[in-house]
């Protein structure tokens, strides 16, 4: 019997679960081993990511028709269902009967009465994390930070399927990331150093301006990733160094980046399991990684040339933590922040998800004073 695509996603399930594998990674090697067609497989795409993202509220449908606990694979199952159900829309005869045919042979009667149960049910929701599928700690600090109303607008907006934007070069690339490597500004002939390069991005934009760019990271298969990337695009040095104590001469630099290591709440849409791997103390904990960061990356800047740090997340402790940290930097002034959808943090901006459909960022532009 040929293979569906409920089962792919019920087997791509399983494996984010017990092995705690990534979607990202999982979903292709499974389909790679199937013969079903594109629409199939965008199906099953869909399945995984959006059962993954939603798996707090999908496990609140069916809970309250359980009465006992279930192994994973039944619990998948169930997930599965309840997503179709409730997020796809879909009709019952088709989202229950197909998705009880892929589940466990003993459990199939259990599986069926409690999606029957969840499709003829209403809901209400016990709180905004449930519905919305993201830890309490999470929509908790996001409302701290970015008061409630935002908060919840960037977390509604990255339960959304994100866009794609491919540039000139072929690499796709999320317009936020773009912007902040157009943020550095850099110029032809500029040397210009991206510390934290991996996958290259931004790098390679840079390249693209005719400024002289070094892609440095602290991985050795991330900075592969980096060189691969550059492959017919540019020519792009890559070091494999850690950037605290990177082998660069001091004020060696015109601009520098740090698109440092962070709780990545800022693109939560494109990494559907993400939201369940962080955890609460990720963003103080980082946030002393990107203080060494930013305090190594200080001392490789020339006199008069640019510091341009950024995070892919939204909390204050990897932000204006970070701005304050820095204004004790000697010898450095502010730059004015970009304008447009960023909204001013600080001496920085910040880019909310639901401000122009894009990656939620923090940037932050900093300059040398010239040596007298």
């Not at 001392?299 to 510091?307: I, M, T």
Request: proline share 6%; hydrophobic share 45%; glycine share 8%.
């Amino acid at each position: 019997m040929s293979i569906s695509a409920r089962q792919v996603a019920l087997d791509a399930l399983d494996r984010i679960e017990r092995d705690g594998a990534y979607a990202n990674l999982v979903l292709p090697e499974l389909l790679e081993r199937t013969g079903l067609a594109a629409r199939d497989r965008h199906f099953a795409t869909e399945l995984v990511y959006g059962t993954t993202r939603m798996r707090r509220a999908c496990d609140f449908l069916v809970d309250r028709f359980l009465t006992r606990d279930l192994d994973l694979r039944v619990r998948n199952a169930l997930r599965l269902g309840a997503y179709q159900l409730h997020f796809l829309q879909m009709a019952p005869h088709a989202a229950v009967g197909e998705t009880v045919e892929v589940a466990p042979k003993a459990a199939r009667s259990l599986v069926n009465a409690v999606l029957r149960r969840v499709s003829a049910g209403t809901v209400e929701w016990p709180d905004d994390a449930t519905r919305l599928s993201y830890p309490d700690w999470m929509v908790g600090r996001l409302a701290v930070d970015l008061g409630e109303v935002d908060a919840l607008r960037s977390l509604e907006v990255m339960n959304t399927a994100p866009s794609v934007t491919e540039r000139a070069d072929g690499y796709v690339q999320d317009l936020a990331s773009q912007w902040v490597a157009e943020a550095v500004g850099a110029a032809p002939g500029e040397r210009v150093v991206d510390l934290c390069a991996a996958p290259g991005g931004k790098a390679l934009l840079l390249a693209a301006s005719g400024a002289r760019v070094v892609a440095s990271d602290i991985r050795p298969g991330r900075a592969r990733l980096v060189a691969a990337n550059a492959l017919g695009r540019a020519e792009l040095p890559v070091v494999v160094a850690d950037a605290v104590c990177a082998p660069f001469r001091p004020a060696s630099f015109d601009a520098v980046l740090v698109d440092a290591p962070c709780s990545g709440l800022g693109v939560l849409r494109r990494r559907p399991d993400a939201r369940w791997r962080v955890d609460a103390d990720a963003p103080e904990r980082l946030g002393g990684v990107q203080r060494a960061l930013v305090d190594a990356a200080c001392a490789l800047v020339r006199p008069g040339g640019r510091l341009v740090y950024s995070v892919c997340t939204l909390t204050d402790a990897e932000g204006l933590a970070i701005d304050r940290h820095l204004a004790d930097a000697a010898g450095f002034e502010a730059e004015p922040p970009p304008d447009g959808p960023w909204r001013p943090r600080g001496r920085g901006a910040l880019l909310l998800p639901q401000d122009a459909d894009t990656d939620g960022m923090y940037l932050l532009r900093l300059r040398r004073t010239p040596d007298l």
